[in-house]
């Protein structure tokens, strides 16, 4: 059984950054790759970031594309978002997610999913 818990969302100006943390148990964790999406109000759960197992390999959606950051420590299971120059656009629950093959960017391609933190960027 595999599950992870999300920490580190909050609320944070518009130009501040945060550092989401996504830790899993369960085994052969290093053998997933893991990704981060969020979802806005009234808006559908999109892809945010991911990372691969094999090499680290990482990919990003345009709009986070040089101001968000996903790492992994493969030795503590922990996931990680660092979140730069922040906008209210933003602002949503974000989510990790295990990943289960495929290119990491369709919400078909993972099977694990976190509660969710509350992302809040005020202008």
């Known amino acids: 059984q595999v599950q992870l818990v999300e920490s580190g969302g909050g609320l944070v100006q518009a130009g501040g950054s945060l550092r989401l943390s996504c830790a899993a148990s369960?085994?052969?964790?290093?053998?997933?790759?893991m990704g981060w999406f969020r979802q806005g109000p009234g808006k559908e759960r999109e892809f945010v970031a991911a990372i691969s197992w094999s090499d680290g390999s990482t990919s990003y959606a345009d709009s986070v594309k040089g101001r968000f950051t996903i790492s992994r420590d493969n030795a503590r299971n922990t996931v990680y978002l660092q979140m730069n120059s922040l906008q209210p656009e933003d602002t949503a629950i974000y989510y990790c997610a295990r990943r289960t093959g495929g290119t990491g960017r369709r919400l078909s391609e993972y099977d694990y999913w976190g509660q969710g933190t509350q992302v809040t960027v005020s202008s």
């Open positions: 369960g085994r052969f964790f290093s053998y997933y790759g």
